[in-house]
């Protein structure tokens, strides 16, 4: 990896690194459990700088999707499949070798679900932040949709056109809805209800068919959950799902119940045909703060 000019922010470790011939620029923080960043088709790593300073006690990995930030756009668009091979690529160029948490935020959500598909043994656990299934999903309003390039008063620069388009080109040819029935990573679906870009239907349809995901819907709160209010509740939601209350111990110990063993998981094609078998499952849905 290559320094990169930015490293220096707030103890943040800032770098290009290339990945399948594509040059990343990547910026890791914090320590402890390794969590997965994946953004917004527009948004360079910069946006998550409010959502890692209220989710501490995490080493935080997040990058510029080629095309985005400091990324350069690649001459071709590159599909989801692809970009789900580059963030793999990613952690290992930040030496996370085992599985870690992954949490996806809108576009970064469709790349969430493909790696946790193309590499289970890689996602401990899978957070979709308003984000869909791609092909078949409930499409925003076009007034909301004109407006995701920058927010009013973002501090981060405008999006390279053509990289945009790319993301949108390859969002426009990939569903997850074949799939989510195999997802195998304990899930958390989170929702804004006043989501124009993404509505929120389109959470509450992953949440029924990938096999028992949790959905929690956010009163008041849109698309953009990166800035503001909507950041401490979603860093709430996220960080009751990834570092709950151990129910197995007691004052530090563990009780017999939480020594036994784990059941063997089931292999993604058992998963998917246990979900067609059954069909769609109500998801575990969680209101959080007043309508």
């Not at 499949?81 to 580059?86: D, F, H, T």
């Not at 308003?130 to 499409?139: F, H, I, K, R």
């Not at 956010?218 to 860093?235: F, K, S, T």
């Amino acid at each position: 990896m290559s320094p990169d000019s930015s490293g220096n922010h707030s103890g943040a470790d800032t770098r290009s690194v290339s990945v399948h011939g594509h040059h990343v620029r990547v910026r890791v923080r914090g320590q402890g459990e390794p969590l997965l960043l994946l953004n917004g088709a527009t948004r360079p790593l910069e946006s998550w700088d409010a959502f890692a300073a209220a989710v501490p006690g995490r080493r935080l990995v997040c990058f510029d999707v080629p095309g985005v930030g400091l990324s350069p756009t690649p001459l071709l668009p590159l599909t989801i499949p692809v970009l789900a091979k580059v963030s793999l690529g990613v952690l290992a160029a930040v030496d996370v070798e085992g599985p870690a948490d992954v949490l996806g935020f809108s576009f970064g959500g469709a790349v969430a679900q493909q790696l946790a598909l193309q590499s289970p043994d890689r996602v401990r656990r899978l957070v979709l932040l308003n984000t869909s299934c791609g092909v078949g999903a409930t499409p925003g309003s076009r007034d909301a949709l004109s407006a995701v390039g920058r927010p009013p008063g973002a501090p981060w620069p405008l999006p390279d056109p053509v990289g945009a388009m790319w993301h949108l080109l390859a969002l426009s040819c990939w569903s997850s809805i074949p799939f989510l029935g195999a997802l195998r990573a304990p899930t958390l679906v989170v929702a804004g209800t006043r989501d124009r870009v993404v509505p929120p239907s389109n959470s509450r349809v992953l949440a029924r068919r990938i096999p028992g995901a949790r959905l929690v819907e956010l009163p008041r709160v849109g698309h953009d959950v990166q800035r503001d209010r909507a950041v401490v509740e979603v860093a709430g939601a996220v960080r009751r799902f990834l570092d709950p209350p151990d129910p197995g111990t007691r004052n530090g110990r563990a009780t017999p119940q939480s020594a036994q063993a784990a059941p063997a998981p089931q292999t993604a094609q058992a998963a998917q045909a246990a979900q067609a078998a059954q069909g769609p499952q109500a998801p575990r849905r969680e209101k959080v703060g007043p309508r």
